[in-house]
């Protein structure tokens, strides 16, 4: 069933990502499909109460967020209204 949830959502993400021309959406739907398969396996086998694969991959998404909001406000920053 975890293979299908990786297929699914890797599919669905690349297709956006086709769709709307933003290549790393490729990169997160497999990530996240991978990381689920990771944290499902690393629950049974391993007893894992919190599922480190996914927050690894939170954050990393979180990481390139910020780098992405930087480089926006870089370059389009907030303009001043002068009185």
């Known amino acids: 069933m975890e293979l299908i949830a990786l297929?699914?959502?890797g599919g669905i993400f690349s297709?956006?990502?086709v769709f709307f021309d933003v290549s790393?959406?490729?990169f997160y739907g497999w990530a996240i499909g991978l990381a689920n398969l990771?944290?499902?396996y690393m629950t049974h086998?391993?007893?894992w109460?919190?599922?480190i694969p996914l927050a690894i991959v939170a954050g990393m998404f979180l990481l390139i967020g910020f780098v992405l909001l930087?480089?926006?406000?870089r370059k389009y920053p907030v303009r001043t209204?002068?009185?």
């Open 7 to 9: 297929l699914v959502t």
């Open 15 to 17: 297709a956006m990502g």
């Open 24 to 26: 790393r959406l490729y």
């Open 38 to 40: 990771a944290s499902v």
């Open 45 to 47: 086998a391993a007893g």
């Open 49 to 51: 109460n919190f599922n």
């Open 70 to 73: 930087g480089r926006f406000l």
């Open 81 to 83: 209204q002068e009185a």
